[in-house]
C-alpha cells in the first residue's frame, strides 16, 4: 500500500519546538518532491514549506520563516523541524509528495493540490499555554 504518514504532531506551550516527520509506506520518497501544509479550523490549507527531491531547492511560508526548517532525513522521511512556536500555528498538519523538479516555485505557497500524487491523513499540532 503507498502511503505518506505525519507524526510528531500535539500539544505545545507557545515558544516550545516538535518535530514532524512524513514517513513513506510502499515507495522511496527521495524520488518526489515534498511539501508540508496546513490546516487551521475555518481556513483554507496553505503552504508551509517545501523541498525538491534533491534537497537543493526550499522554501518557507513568510509567517514561519526562521521558526521551521524543511530537511530529508533519509530516503523514507522529510521533516518539518518547528521552533519558537506560536498559538497562530495550530493547524492539523499535512505532507505530500510531488512530482520531481528543479525548484519548488509554483508547488508550495501557491501550491495546487493536484500537482501532488500522495497526501498523508495529517497530525494535529496544538499551540496552547
Known sequence: ?????ESGGGLVQPGGSLRLNCIASGFKLD????????QAPGKEREGVACITSSGSDTLLADSVKDRFTIFRDNAKNAVLQMSRLKPEDTAVYY????PPRPTVQGMCVDFVENDY???G???QVTVSS
Not at 524520488?31 to 496546513?38: K, N, P, S
Not at 505532507?95 to 510531488?98: E, K, L, R, V, Y
Request: charged share 5%; glycine share 14%.
Open 1 to 5: 500500500q503507498l502511503q505518506l504518514v
Open 31 to 38: 524520488y518526489y518532491a515534498i511539501g508540508w501544509f496546513r
Open 95 to 98: 505532507c505530500a509528495a510531488g
Open 117 to 119: 500524487v500522495y497526501w
Open 121 to 123: 491523513q495529517g497530525t
